[in-house]
């Protein structure tokens, strides 16, 4: 008799075993799958900013190291020239009599 009590306690035991074992497997599945995840999403980042390095090839070019002065006038003449190139594409867009006729 309790011999077969054991036995039931080994049952119970080795399936509460078993049940918590797969649950821990499923967590470490998704672990790994977001690890993946992660590291194609950090190499997209470290590509991007080997670009933005190789785009920025000396110090002087970087705005953090130029004069304010000189900083400002680039700044205004690249809002200025995008602000021209946004006029002449939304010019295009317009139906005729909407255009500017002057």
């Known amino acids: 008799m ?18 918590r074992g797969w649950g ?4 470490v599945r998704e672990l790994a799958g977001e690890l993946v995840s992660a590291g194609h999403r950090l190499d997209q ?5 080997d670009l933005l390095g190789k ?3 000396s110090t002087e070019e970087l705005a953090i190291f130029t004069g304010p002065v000189t900083a400002r006038i680039k700044r205004n003449r690249a809002k200025a020239d995008s ?3 946004r006029r ?4 295009t867009s317009h ?3 909407a255009k500017h006729v002057d």
């Not at 980042?45 to 900013?49: D, E, H, I, N």
């Not at 002449?88 to 010019?91: E, F, I, K």
């Open 2 to 19: 309790w011999w077969l009590i054991w036995a039931l306690l080994l049952l119970v035991s080795g399936i509460y075993l078993a049940m």
């Open 24 to 27: 821990l497997w499923g967590h």
């Open 45 to 49: 980042v470290q590509g991007q900013l």
């Open 55 to 57: 785009r920025a090839r």
């Open 83 to 85: 602000a021209t190139a």
């Open 88 to 91: 002449l594409r939304r010019a």
């Open 95 to 97: 139906p005729a009599w």
